[in-house]
């Protein structure tokens, strides 16, 4: 099971008082409800691929209206698509186009029906199970989005996530709008104001899991870098060293510079921090990190100088 069907699952268990239904039943009729007359009788068709989001219309229906309905179900042509569930409603529709004012302006009536905080978050999680879907935690990108055909009802929602604080953004969609977040705070926040606790924590524990391993997996990715950035610089001072002592006599080169060629010589694969603890333990001297660095950097200007001469 996806984890946008896993959230949907558990919204639709929520109970709900009357203005929250009322909220609920104002989004799916905008969000996902088509208004038609066939054989002269005036019907809204509300159409989904979930049957638990089809049962919980067809509950607000009849508690809010003891509305006459009825099922239909229709096969989808593409493959591995899941049947159309339509809920019809074919009484009281005069009752509902009056009370939301359908034809007039839906969204006047909906800034009355969300007043308060509750209704607001009713609104939001009956228009995440009409056109809502979020990726799952485990993968690499964090989106959610809520689907609508109509420019209005989507600035609407983007009002109602936003007096959350969620920074919700809108872009155009081939047949619509969509109102989107992409940060994983955003997400689990309007999880959780839509009532769906249990997807919260699973979105949490999936999160910090998948956080952590690519913490983990950035920190030993440096660590192999760096690994490879001291061998890579311990074979030139290696080749370095190489050069000066064959063409250049022992006595001619100072003390200062022979003790650390011999250091890193005996010592090929450590860091430049290890060599400066090697270096005072052999020589019982103390040297710093920068302090030994140097005498790497004239060995390597002295190797340097060989090779143009020999060119």
Do not use: W
Not at 45 to 55: G, W, Y
Not at 95 to 122: M, R
């Amino acid at each position: 099971m996806s984890f946008a069907r896993t959230v949907k699952e558990e919204l639709v268990t929520i109970p709900v008082g009357f203005e929250e239904q009322l909220a609920e039943f104002s989004a799916f009729l905008n969000l996902n409800t088509e208004f038609h007359i066939e054989n002269k009788l005036k019907m809204f068709d509300f159409k989904t691929n979930n049957p638990t989001v089809a049962k919980r219309f067809l509950q607000l229906v009849r508690t809010l209206y003891q509305a006459k309905t009825s099922l239909i179900t229709q096969k989808q042509n593409k493959l591995k698509q899941r049947q159309t569930i339509i809920v019809r409603i074919e009484s009281k529709v005069e009752d509902i186009v009056n009370e939301h004012g359908y034809f007039e302006n839906p969204v006047e009536s909906q800034e009355l029906i969300t007043q308060s905080p509750e209704t607001k978050k009713a609104y939001l999680r009956a228009a995440f199970l009409s056109g809502g879907s979020v990726n799952h935690p485990k993968t690499a990108e964090y989106h959610l989005e809520i689907f609508a055909r109509n420019s209005d009802q989507i600035v609407f929602m983007q009002q109602l996530m936003n007096s959350f604080d969620l920074n919700a953004k809108i872009t155009k969609r081939r047949n619509g709008y969509i109102v989107y977040l992409k940060d994983a705070e955003g997400i689990s926040d309007l999880i959780q104001i839509m009532g769906a606790q249990n997807s919260v924590f699973k979105f949490e524990d999936i999160r910090i899991k998948r956080d952590f391993n690519n913490s983990i997996n950035r920190i030993m990715n440096c660590e192999i870098a760096n690994e490879k950035k001291i061998f890579i610089a311990a074979n030139e001072q290696l080749e370095d060293i190489e050069v000066i002592e064959k063409f250049i006599p022992e006595h001619h080169i100072d003390e200062k510079i022979k003790k650390v060629m011999k250091l890193r010589k005996d010592n090929p694969e450590v860091s430049l921090r290890e060599l400066t603890d090697i270096y005072e333990e052999t020589y019982g001297e103390t040297i710093s990190k920068s302090g030994l660095n140097h005498r790497l950097v004239k060995i390597k200007q002295m190797a340097e100088q060989i090779r143009e001469g020999r060119k």
